[in-house]
């Protein structure tokens, strides 16, 4: 039985309304949208890493400034999330101290390594291809921070994902290593990439409150199929081959019928265990240390000024 304050909430979100900061909302409510921003939020952070290994290797002048602008924009993205999940009365030392402690999660995506330059295209076409796809509907979810703060990400995330089709354009129209390398990069990141949407239905623990209050719109698995629907005539285009011997078109559904990702390998990477979950965090910690001194200085000339102001 619902209370009549949470019936009358209940009756909001159904009827489509943004819920604002400063209005009443179900703990339970609070709780989850704080968990699944402050999670996009370190995601954006750590999804930096990968990509900015290749910042000082990136083959021209062109694609350096490129990459360099997509990972500000990353950054930019994490800063509006932590704000956003602010609103909801957790504060940003406390969030840093969940992911610095290892106990927040971040997208599992962000634990592969980036081995070539052809992997920085692919991270571009499938990872922020599949993140847009997500992202999208998150434009309207119910709560209005979070929904506004997604549309000008999804719009630095169209870019991102252009400019990584645009890298693998071009290496598949190279010479046949450069194509090669680009296979390479499909063959390794294909599979994480599908589960950067989460586990299947069956074993998604919060969809169905998180559809009820409209923070989710679309299942795991459907926005999954979504992906692969979209992905395959870019493969095509490419003349790259999906390494899935499972993948091929269902005119009964209208959609692919593809293979199961490996859900122990999603299991152990989120769980921590992962090919770079120890190097990811050890890079956090590592910055927060290294910004110490800062903050430092921060606290100290404001205690300064407020002490001179005070008469
Ligand atoms: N990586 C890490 N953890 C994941 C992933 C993933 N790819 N998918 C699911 N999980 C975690 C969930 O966070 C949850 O863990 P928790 O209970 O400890 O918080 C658990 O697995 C169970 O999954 P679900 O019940 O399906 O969780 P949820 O309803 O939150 O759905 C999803 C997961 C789809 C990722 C959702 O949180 C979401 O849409 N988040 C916003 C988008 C986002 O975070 N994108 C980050 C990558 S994109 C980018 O940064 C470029």
């Known amino acids: 039985e619902m209370e009549p304050q949470e019936r009358a909430f209940q009756e909001r979100i159904d009827a489509g309304q943004k819920i604002e900061p400063k209005e009443w909302m179900p703990e339970a409510y609070r709780k989850t949208l704080i968990r699944q921003i402050s999670q996009h939020a ?71 390594p980036t081995l070539t330059w052809a992997d920085i295209g692919a991270i571009g076409w499938l990872v922020d291809g599949a993140a847009i796809m997500n992202q999208v509907p998150l434009q309207r979810c119910s709560y209005g921070p979070y929904a506004r703060a997604m549309v000008r990400i999804c719009k630095e995330e169209s870019f991102h994902q252009r400019q990584g089709f645009d890298i693998l354009t071009v290496l598949c129209n190279g010479t046949p290593e450069q194509k090669a390398m680009a296979q390479d990069a499909l063959n390794r990141w294909w599979w994480p990439s599908l589960m950067m949407f989460g586990p299947s239905d069956d074993a998604s623990v919060h969809s169905a409150q998180s559809m009820a209050w409209n923070i989710k719109q679309d299942s795991n698995d459907a926005l999954r199929q979504k992906f692969v629907d979209q992905t395959v005539p870019q493969a095509k285009f490419l003349g790259l081959t999906i390494p899935d011997p499972d993948l091929k078109w269902n005119e009964e559904k209208g959609g692919h019928d593809f293979g199961e990702p490996d859900w122990t390998e999603f299991f152990e990477v989120i769980a921590g265990n992962g090919p770079c979950n120890r190097e990811r965090l050890e890079a956090r910690r590592k910055a927060w240390d290294d910004g110490a001194w800062f903050r430092d200085a921060l606290t100290a000339y404001a205690e300064k000024h407020a002490a001179r102001e005070t008469p």
């Not at 500000?72 to 509006?80: F, I, K, P, S, W």
């Open 42 to 112: 370190h995601s954006e952070i750590v999804g930096q890493l990968p990509e900015g290994n290749w910042i000082t290797r990136a083959p021209t002048l062109e694609r350096k400034a490129i990459l360099l602008a997509k990972v500000q924009d990353e950054a930019g993205h994490g800063l509006y999330l932590y704000c956003a999940a602010e609103t909801l009365g957790i504060s940003r030392d406390e969030m840093y101290g969940q992911l610095h402690s290892g106990k927040a999660k971040y997208s599992s995506i962000f634990n592969y």
